[in-house]
T-cell receptor, first 113, second 111 residues
Framework: DAGVIQSPRHEVTEMGQEVTLRCKPISGHNSLFWYRQTMMRGLELLIYFNNNVPIDDSGMPEDRFSAKMPNASFSTLKIQPSEPRDSAVYFC???????????FGPGTRLTVL | AQRVTQPEKLLSVFKGAPVELKCNYSYSGSPELFWYVQYSRQRLQLLLRHISRESIKGFTADLNKGETSFHLKKPFAQEEDSAMYYCALRGYGGSQGNLIFGKGTKLSVKP
């Protein structure tokens, strides 16, 4: 099992561009989480889904951020337009229904110039 | 309010010395707490949970409700313990709830 898969692993873009981060959770897991990690703020939950339904998006910074989970095996986090302050490592994690352990992906390092 | 506080951004100790990574929480009710660890170039992963009362890689953590703390301890630090450590609290919502993470503490164990 490859675990949670994220793509791309690194993304460099210019301010104002649209950025799409992708996540494939572990098969059979029914919860999916998007986090942002920065030096200043640590690990922040942006949004999480249960059974493809968004449960809590209170951590999404602003309207420039949006997340979707069209099916159980895929989720996207989109930033449009991107800004330099969005530069961070974005993690996706999934969790099976019968445990509280979250399994993290390798992260996407986003740099917005 | 639900909150996790890790007061130290960086903790540096020598090999063989005891180490304690501090974690304090704010939560109404019975908390469920965890420690996650991220080694260099590896994924963030669960280290231990307070419910299990287990010792993993020599680390233990005891929930102290009176002090609202869940400090991570190891009597003799090893160089391979160098990593980023996050304390986490399960938020409201039971098994469907999310985790609230502290800002993390970077542990550096020097030879």
């Amino acid at each position: 099992d490859a675990g949670v898969i994220q793509s791309p692993r690194h993304e460099v873009t210019e301010m104002g561009q649209e950025v799409t981060l992708r996540c494939k959770p572990i098969s059979g897991h029914n919860s999916l989480f998007w986090y942002r990690q920065t030096m200043m703020r640590g690990l922040e939950l942006l949004i999480y889904f249960n059974n493809n339904v968004p449960i809590d998006d209170s951590g999404m910074p602003e309207d420039r951020f949006s997340a979707k989970m069209p099916n159980a095996s895929f989720s996207t986090l989109k930033i449009q337009p991107s800004e330099p302050r969005d530069s961070a490592v974005y993690f996706c994690a999934s969790r099976p229904g019968n445990t509280d352990t979250q399994y993290f992906g390798p992260g996407t390092r986003l740099t917005v110039l | 309010a639900q909150r996790v506080t890790q007061p130290e951004k960086l903790l540096s100790v020598f090999k063989g010395a005891p180490v304690e990574l501090k974690c304090n929480y704010s939560y109404s009710g019975s908390p469920e707490l965890f420690w996650y660890v991220q080694y260099s170039r590896q994924r963030l992963q669960l280290l231990l949970r307070h419910i299990s009362r287990e010792s993993i890689k020599g680390f233990t953590a005891d929930l102290n409700k009176g002090e609202t703390s869940f400090h991570l301890k190891k009597p003799f630090a090893q160089e391979e313990d160098s990593a980023m450590y996050y304390c986490a609290l399960r938020g409201y919502g039971g098994s469907q709830g999310n985790l609230i993470f502290g800002k993390g503490t970077k542990l550096s164990v020097k030879p």
